[in-house]
């Protein structure tokens, strides 16, 4: 069992940044696949990043490559998604999710096994 909590979120310009942590409970998160959703209001929940358990590989939908950068410490259980040149259309809920036994950066939420509880992003113009 992984209980993740997200932290970081809060309000920020057009243009800003800002540098979401994602702590992990339990002695075994380094064979976690980790990824970053989010879910704007009305909208479905949407793949925004991934990392493999050893950081060797990630995975960014189109929108955010350039400008976000998923990373992980797990000395320090904890993945972070750094985000930079944020945009309106980047306000929204975002969630920390869980894998085990994954080789790949998973894209499907359907796919992770833990999730956490969320944390509100709010891009303002």
């Known amino acids: 069992q992984v209980q993740l909590v997200e932290s970081g979120g809060g309000l920020v310009q057009v243009g800003g940044s800002l540098r979401l942590s994602c702590a992990a409970s339990g002695r075994t998160f380094s064979t976690y696949t980790m990824g970053w959703f989010r879910q704007a209001p009305g909208k479905e929940r949407e793949f925004v990043a991934a990392?493999?358990?050893?950081?060797?590989?990630?995975s960014y939908t189109d929108s955010v490559k350039g400008r976000f950068t998923i990373s992980r410490d797990n000395t320090k259980n904890t993945v972070y998604l750094q985000m930079n040149s944020l945009k309106s259309e980047d306000t929204a809920v975002y969630y920390c999710a869980a894998k085990s036994g994954a080789n790949n950066p998973l894209r499907e939420s359907a796919r992770y096994a833990y999730w956490g509880q969320g944390t509100q992003v709010t891009v303002s113009s």
């Open positions: 990392i493999t358990w050893s950081g060797s590989t990630t």
